[in-house]
């Protein structure tokens, strides 16, 4: 083989695997923002709180303090809602106390205790 393409493909082959790094750091750099950015990562939540909110996947919908699917945390602490009235809308919600917002699914199965401690931090947000 001559030298001249042996030098030529160890060029391309140096290049390829230099492009491929550069686009992973930046595909791993932008996953990163994000997820940090966008609050899903890092929510203040206590650790009781944020197990339950993740068994029940309420942080798919509601993050810290902005809109994705459903309200934000934040926004829900503003409506200052006691642990029996947030029991009562997780287990039967009510389409009309957000009409911009799409439908809850019911969480038949959480209990009181559980409702308690999430409804406990929300009203302890500013």
Known sequence: ?????????RFFA??????N???????ILFALFFAFGNGLIAQNMPPEVKKIT????CNSCHVLDKRVVGPSWK??????????????????????NW??????????SISSAEVKLVA???????
């Open 21 to 27: 790094f550069v686009c992973m750091s930046r595909f």
């Open 54 to 57: 993740d068994k029940y996947a």
């Open 75 to 96: 926004d829900l602490a503003q409506k200052k809602y006691s642990a029996k009235k947030m029991f009562k809308l997780i287990r039967e919600p009510q389409p009309g």
């Open 99 to 108: 009409p911009d917002y799409p439908p809850m699914a019911p969480i038949p």
């Open 120 to 126: 406990d931090w929300l009203n302890g947000l500013n």
């Open 1 to 9: 083989m001559r030298t001249a393409d042996r030098n030529t493909r």
């Open 14 to 19: 140096l290049r390829f695997q230099r492009f």
